[in-house]
């Protein structure tokens, strides 16, 4: 029985991790350590569980089920999963995501070091960028060589650099907390981990794991699953060695970074303030090569799942149709992006975190069809609102039965119509699988 190397496995989760770490989730641990302030602990960990256990489930679930999206979505009907799996793609993909990756990039890692038209240099650089990760997308067979061996490792030691210069050598004490930050320090930090967009991310990078795994020639289902699972916790325990330095960075830059507007300029501040000059090259390295192997792993996902649903459409020339038009977004900036994806997330996640959920569960449903729909479709109700009030839609006389919703105040008023979801699924389940009938009628 053919089995990966440790070298080969350590290079898999290393890709997993690659592929997660973007440079948001670069940039929202220090506001989270920043507004927590003393209680930096419970908010950053209330991160971790979305931003690192959420999408370690998704992860999981992609094991159990053994594919992607297509495969996870498979008891909805048809037209629901292919308006879902458009939305989760073109969110992760070239509306929102890719062009991101680009554009952070930019501000934080190369604006810096590009003198003259701000606009110009963006151009020029999103060019650069998206050439490079489109060359690198369009041989997904070589994906977790070119980053699991060669990228990640790169980009793990400056990270690890930056994370014991931090520790070792905080710029200044414990701030306090924000005021604005009127509940929960765990609920707060739990919240900003949607931001990662990484638990959207996860029920698509399952494939591009598994698939990797194939081309080293392993294709039973349980080395599979096994080796999806193993690269899966390499990656969530890289990314809380990021996230922990960066929160607690977060927490003790209210001396050297006061009255910043962001995460990345609080990073460049105070890496500035550890290493002069040199930190921020240590920072456009971290920056860039975070961005460039999140966009080459979005552009082969994206790629490969709109060739899988429109098999007339070819893999290559689709990554390049993508990445075209995600430069097209990009050149918008980042600003722009992000406050047009900010609804569509609110609107997303709740639905993705329910899919992971009885995905995980789907092995012990006798009838998950009945199951899936029942849930997501209560689901689906709460997170339209939540998305459209997000968007300015103004709600009338049902903000006021929205607010009577246990943890409408929290966000997470979708939760109990999830909740009553599965439980009514699995009350209306039917008696017998349709596998079952089928064999029954046979008999």
């Given at each position: 029985?053919?089995?990966?190397?440790?070298?080969?496995?350590?290079?898999?989760?290393?890709?997993?991790?690659?592929?997660?770490?973007?440079?948001?989730?670069i940039?929202?641990?220090?506001?989270?350590?920043?507004?927590?302030?003393?209680?930096?602990?419970?908010?950053?960990f209330?991160?971790?569980?979305?931003?690192?256990?959420?999408?370690?489930?998704?992860?999981?679930a992609?094991?159990?089920?053994?594919?992607?999206?297509?495969?996870?979505?498979?008891?909805?009907?048809?037209?629901?999963?292919v308006?879902?799996?458009l939305?989760?793609?073109?969110?992760?993909?070239?509306?929102?995501?890719?062009?991101?990756?680009?554009?952070?990039?930019?501000?934080?890692?190369?604006?810096?070091?590009?003198?003259?038209?701000s606009?110009?240099?963006?151009?020029?650089?999103?060019v650069?960028?998206?050439?490079?990760?489109?060359?690198?997308?369009?041989?997904?067979?070589?994906?977790?060589?070119?980053?699991?061996?060669w990228i990640?490792?790169?980009?793990?030691?400056?990270?690890?650099?930056?994370?014991?210069?931090?520790?070792?050598d905080?710029?200044?004490?414990?701030?306090?907390?924000?005021?604005?930050?009127s509940?929960?320090?765990?609920?707060?930090?739990?919240?900003?981990?949607?931001?990662t967009?990484?638990?959207?991310?996860?029920?698509?990078?399952?494939?591009v794991i598994?698939?990797?795994?194939?081309?080293?020639?392993?294709?039973?289902r349980?080395?599979?699953?096994?080796?999806?699972l193993?690269?899966?916790?390499?990656?969530?325990?890289?990314?809380?060695?990021?996230?922990?330095?960066?929160?607690?960075?977060?927490?003790?830059s209210?001396?050297?970074?006061?009255?910043?507007?962001?995460?990345?300029k609080?990073?460049?501040?105070?890496?500035?303030?550890?290493?002069?000059?040199?930190?921020?090259v240590m920072?456009?390295?971290v920056?860039?090569?975070?961005c460039?192997?999140?966009?080459?792993?979005?552009l082969?996902c994206?790629?490969?799942?709109l060739?899988?649903?429109?098999?007339?459409?070819?893999?290559?020339?689709?990554?390049?149709?993508?990445?075209i038009?995600?430069?097209?977004?990009?050149?918008?900036?980042?600003?722009?992006?992000?406050?047009?994806?900010?609804?569509?997330?609110?609107?997303?996640?709740?639905?993705?975190?329910?899919?992971?959920?009885?995905?995980l569960i789907?092995?012990?449903l006798?009838?998950?069809?009945?199951?899936?729909?029942i849930?997501?479709?209560?689901?689906?109700?709460?997170?339209?609102?939540?998305?459209?009030?997000?968007?300015?839609?103004?709600?009338?006389?049902?903000?006021?039965?929205?607010?009577?919703?246990?943890?409408?105040s929290?966000?997470?008023?979708?939760?109990?119509?999830?909740?009553?979801?599965?439980?009514?699924?699995?009350?209306?389940?039917?008696?017998?699988?349709?596998?079952?009938?089928?064999?029954?009628?046979?008999?």
């Amino acid at each position: 029985m053919h089995q990966l190397k440790r070298s080969d496995l350590l290079a898999l989760g290393f890709m997993t991790f690659a592929l997660f770490l973007g440079a948001g989730n670069i940039i929202f641990p220090p506001d989270v350590g920043r507004t927590a302030g003393e209680a930096v602990w419970p908010a950053a960990f209330g991160f971790l569980s979305t931003g690192v256990g959420l999408p370690l489930l998704g992860v999981v679930a992609a094991a159990i089920i053994g594919g992607g999206l297509s495969d996870i979505t498979q008891p909805l009907p048809r037209w629901g999963a292919v308006i879902f799996g458009l939305s989760i793609y073109l969110s992760i993909g070239p509306l929102f995501a890719i062009p991101r990756t680009a554009t952070v990039a930019y501000e934080i890692g190369a604006d810096p070091f590009i003198p003259g038209d701000s606009a110009l240099g963006l151009a020029l650089y999103i060019v650069v960028f998206f050439t490079i990760s489109t060359l690198l997308a369009l041989s997904p067979g070589k994906l977790m060589d070119r980053v699991g061996k060669w990228i990640t490792p790169a980009l793990i030691a400056v990270l690890a650099i930056m994370a014991i210069a931090v520790l070792v050598d905080p710029q200044g004490p414990i701030g306090h907390r924000d005021a604005e930050l009127s509940g929960s320090a765990f609920g707060f930090g739990f919240l900003e981990g949607y931001q990662t967009m990484d638990t959207l991310a996860s029920v698509v990078f399952g494939i591009v794991i598994i698939q990797a795994i194939r081309d080293k020639g392993i294709n039973e289902r349980a080395q599979i699953t096994r080796y999806t699972l193993i690269a899966g916790f390499i990656a969530a325990l890289c990314l809380s060695l990021v996230y922990l330095p960066l929160a607690w960075l977060g927490a003790t830059s209210h001396t050297i970074a006061p009255h910043v507007a962001n995460g990345g300029k609080m990073i460049a501040l105070y890496i500035q303030g550890i290493f002069g000059a040199w930190g921020q090259v240590m920072l456009a390295i971290v920056i860039s090569l975070a961005c460039l192997t999140t966009a080459i792993g979005l552009l082969t996902c994206c790629g490969e799942y709109l060739h899988q649903l429109m098999p007339r459409l070819p893999y290559k020339p689709t990554v390049i149709v993508l990445a075209i038009f995600s430069a097209l977004i990009a050149n918008q900036g980042l600003s722009t992006i992000i406050q047009f994806s900010i609804p569509v997330l609110v609107a997303l996640y709740p639905l993705t975190m329910v899919l992971i959920g009885l995905s995980l569960i789907k092995p012990w449903l006798r009838d998950p069809e009945r199951v899936y729909r029942i849930a997501l479709g209560l689901t689906l109700i709460i997170s339209l609102y939540d998305g459209l009030k997000q968007a300015g839609v103004e709600m009338g006389s049902l903000a006021h039965y929205y607010q009577q919703l246990p943890l409408a105040s929290a966000g997470i008023a979708w939760s109990l119509p999830a909740a009553l979801g599965l439980l009514l699924g699995l009350l209306m389940q039917r008696r017998h699988s349709k596998l079952e009938q089928v064999q029954s009628s046979q008999g």
